[in-house]
């Protein structure tokens, strides 16, 4: 697992790609109606956001070989999720409902988030709670069937500044 953190914490310093429901950085003189925007999303749209990059990541596993990992657990947390995705084990050969289902409580919940490691590709995607979505160090090829995935899902790619 010392491998793989290591290696995770590497593709944390490259370039940041952000999924997001909007297609580019709100400018600054928008952000206090951009906030909320979110609210409203987050009320309305953070399910069907879950599903849809659940969708997506189960697409990109069609193409390219991927390792899932679950972050740390919160300190204080014990519950059943612990048993159904164990920290430091790789969860890819789950049945695709459970890694959906995975993906979709790392979105919807703030004690889980998801890891998708594309070692081949030298990529990853972060997931983690609410709209926090994000690729890593993504090839050319990867990022641009990346982007044709999260179109058709009414989604969109962009590169982040600063994250």
Same mark, same amino acid.
């Given at each position: 697992?010392?491998?793989?953190? /290591?290696?995770?914490?590497?593709? !944390?310093?490259?370039?940041?790609? @952000?999924?997001?429901? #909007? +297609?580019?950085?709100?400018?600054?003189?928008?952000?206090?109606?951009?906030?909320?925007?979110?609210?409203?999303?987050?009320?309305?749209?953070?399910?069907?956001f879950s599903k849809d990059i659940a969708?997506?990541?189960?697409?990109?596993?069609?193409?390219?070989?991927?390792?899932?990992?679950?972050?740390?657990? +919160?300190?204080?947390?014990?519950?059943?999720?612990?048993?159904k995705y164990p920290f430091g084990k790789?969860?890819?050969?789950?049945? !695709?409902?459970?890694?959906?289902? #995975?993906?979709? =409580?790392?979105?919807?919940?703030?004690?889980?988030?998801?890891?998708?490691? !594309?070692?081949? /590709?030298?990529?990853?995607?972060?997931?983690?709670?609410?709209?926090?979505?994000?690729?890593?160090?993504?090839?050319?090829?990867? #990022?641009? #069937?990346? =982007?044709?995935?999260?179109?058709?899902?009414? @989604?969109?790619?962009?590169k982040a500044g600063n994250k």
């Amino acid at each position: 697992m010392k491998e793989v953190e /290591e290696l995770i914490d590497k593709l !944390f310093e490259t370039d940041c790609y @952000v999924v997001d429901y #909007l +297609p580019q950085r709100v400018s600054k003189k928008m952000h206090e109606r951009y906030s909320e925007l979110e609210d409203y999303f987050l009320t309305h749209y953070l399910d069907k956001f879950s599903k849809d990059i659940a969708e997506i990541v189960l697409k990109l596993l069609a193409y390219f070989p991927a390792e899932i990992y679950v972050g740390q657990y +919160p300190e204080k947390y014990n519950g059943q999720d612990i048993n159904k995705y164990p920290f430091g084990k790789n969860l890819v050969d789950l049945p !695709f409902e459970k890694i959906a289902k #995975l993906i979709q =409580k790392s979105i919807r919940k703030g004690h889980l988030s998801t890891i998708v490691l !594309f070692r081949q /590709e030298n990529s990853m995607l972060s997931i983690s709670s609410q709209f926090s979505v994000y690729f890593y160090n993504p090839s050319k090829k990867f #990022l641009t #069937l990346t =982007k044709t995935l999260a179109q058709s899902r009414g @989604v969109f790619v962009w590169k982040a500044g600063n994250k």
